[in-house]
């Protein structure tokens, strides 16, 4: 766009594919994070508290991974956590 161009708005309308795997360091705590905790092993202990039928809940390792951030970051409200997971693409692909 030159100079003295008016904008149109056309140019936030842009779409890109990306992949948070390449914009998050390999190094990330994170990433560290998921190497050690099994999220199956997670999933299978508190399947018992989950109903089958009805509307699907939140997954529990998500659950577990938001109080994780949440320790982590030393974020005291969930509110706050989420409002951190909404900006901070390595928070984001963590929970996934």
């Not at 914009?23 to 190497?35: N, P, S």
């Amino acid at each position: 766009m030159a100079m003295g161009e008016a904008r149109t708005g056309s140019e936030t309308l842009q779409l890109q594919m990306v992949c948070l795997d390449e914009l998050v360091a390999a190094d990330d705590r994170y990433r560290r994070i998921e190497r050690v905790i099994s999220w199956r092993a997670v999933r299978a202990s508190a399947a018992r508290f989950y109903a089958v039928d009805g509307r699907p809940s939140i997954d529990p390792a998500v659950l577990l991974k938001l109080f994780l951030v949440a320790a982590i970051e030393g974020r005291h409200a969930m509110r706050d956590t989420l409002r951190l997971a909404e900006r901070d693409l390595a928070v984001r692909r963590f929970l996934g």
